[in-house]
């Protein structure tokens, strides 16, 4: 499921629906100089063999949680990115004396709109994805990654280097596509977050077309023991955005003194 880069105290990067772990790369270098990186690939992306072929069931959301800790050492901070983000907040919920630290960069508690919940995308745009994926799944992702940069001052750089690693990187197994997507449908975390006592930093662009950063003000206000730090004119990736700033932010929140009560 990992790859293990660099020394330090240990830091699991989850990537988010769609795009496997080399979407970290521009990062990883700086990450690495003074943590132990742990590069998750999420079933079915990267060299992580999906639950079996196409035709089979997809993991379940918390079984996936459970088997990213699994495979982690005891102690150890998660950095999840959307999708992966939910991800980190299950596994702290599932086992929060083995998660020492969370960061949610571009995360919400909940993708879909709800009807206390406009700080999310309408079903549409998921029901749109899942027809794409099912029917053109490779131009579906490059339609994805026009999207998640709209609105950020370096959209087109951040673009076309995705672009040149969906090219470059293993198509996702279409099962683990559709599973993300339903999971997007369904999940809301709202309710657990209280119970997340774990020390969290928040990552979130400004400009975030999918995940408003709305959802990160709700997060940062939710989570017991959080900090929020917005990067301006940013889309959904702030580490792309700003690498240097992103890398500096991990570094200083993985080597701070934990307290314990």
């Not at 301006?232 to 991990?250: I, S, V």
Request: glycine share 8%; proline share 8%.
């Amino acid at each position: 499921m990992s790859a293990i880069i660099g020394s330090g105290p240990d830091l699991a990067l989850i990537h988010g629906w769609g795009l496997g772990s080399w979407v970290w790369q521009p990062v990883l270098d700086r990450l690495s100089r003074h943590c132990r990186v742990h590069l998750i690939d999420l079933p079915g992306y990267g060299q992580s063999a999906a639950d079996g072929d196409a035709r089979t069931t997809f993991p379940d959301f918390p079984a996936t949680a459970q088997a990213l800790l699994e495979a982690l050492p005891e102690r150890v901070t998660l950095c999840g990115w959307s999708l992966g983000g939910l991800l980190a907040m299950r596994a702290a919920l599932l086992a929060p004396e083995r998660v020492c630290g969370l960061v949610l960069v571009g995360s919400t508690p909940s993708f879909l709109q709800r009807a206390d919940w406009p700080t999310a995308q309408t079903p549409a745009l998921v029901d749109h994805f899942s027809a794409g994926v099912q029917a053109q799944p490779q131009q579906t992702l490059q339609r994805f990654v026009t999207v998640l940069s709209q609105g950020d001052a370096k959209a087109r750089a951040i673009t076309r280097m995705l672009l040149a690693g969906l090219r470059a990187a293993p198509q996702p197994a279409s099962n683990a596509l559709r599973g993300g997507l339903e999971w997007l449908r369904e999940l809301d975390l709202r309710p657990l977050l209280p119970g997340i006592a774990t020390r969290s930093l928040i990552v979130h662009g400004s400009e975030d077309p999918l995940n408003p950063a709305a959802a990160a003000t709700y997060l940062a206000r939710q989570l017991a023991n959080a900090q929020l730090d917005i990067f301006d004119n940013a889309g959904h990736a702030p580490f792309l955005a700003n690498p240097d700033r992103f890398a500096r932010l991990l570094d200083d929140f993985c080597h701070a003194p934990v307290t314990t009560r």
